[in-house]
């Protein structure tokens, strides 16, 4: 699902009093917010949905797959997402429907 598919799934759930450009904005403020928030270094915990927060990753020695010389991999912040429990639930019984 593209951005522009959510938008739209949204703005039909909503209905006809919220025009698809409003959904979109609103769709772009939500994303904004939460990648605002992690540049921060915080966590965002949407109830029932899952967190959304940033995964501190120590630099380390690597290989070049095709010489397979060493090579050092630098230290990095990474986003890193944890679905909620019910979240897997509902993902996983409807599964391959």
Do not use: Q
């Amino acid at each position: 699902m593209t951005k522009a598919e959510l938008v739209k799934s949204v703005s039909d759930a909503v209905g006809a009093g919220v025009s698809r450009r409003e959904c979109a904005a609103v769709t772009d403020a939500l994303l904004a917010a939460i990648i605002d928030t992690l540049e921060r270094g915080e966590s965002v915990d949407i109830r029932g949905f899952g967190i959304f927060k940033v995964r501190h990753l120590a630099a380390r020695m690597g290989r070049n797959p095709g010489t397979g010389e060493p090579v050092k991999i630098a230290a990095r912040t990474s986003p890193v997402f944890r679905p909620s429990k019910a979240f897997r639930e509902r993902v996983n019984t409807g599964a391959l429907r």
